[in-house]
């Protein structure tokens, strides 16, 4: 089962859409998470959002976000979070991605 996502779930071709679960029913074996980060010194304080995932030769473009954030100061969110990215792909023998960033791409 995966999310109802318009950027991924409707081009898969072995799931079919539940409305009443508001999600898709896959068989697929290949469906996998690309997890990601970033592991440069200021990885916690530097957000490289939004990054796009796009499969080659298909309409498929995926937004990403980080996790939330790490740090509660009481009223507020401390504004840092760990740069890591997960990502739901077909990874498929030979499908090709792209990954975008919008911000300054890491060297780590």
Known sequence: M???N???????SACSYKENWNGYECTSDTLS???????????IDRNLIPIFITQEGTPINNTLN???????DGFYTGQQRVSR????????RGTIYDVVYTGSTPKN
């Open 6 to 12: 318009p950027g991924f779930s409707p081009y898969q």
């Open 33 to 43: 998470i690309l997890l990601f980060e970033n592991n440069d010194w200021d990885s």
């Open 85 to 92: 990215y997960p990502a739901l792909v077909n990874a498929a």
């Open 66 to 72: 980080s996790f939330m954030d790490h740090i509660w």
């Open 2 to 4: 995966i999310a109802n």
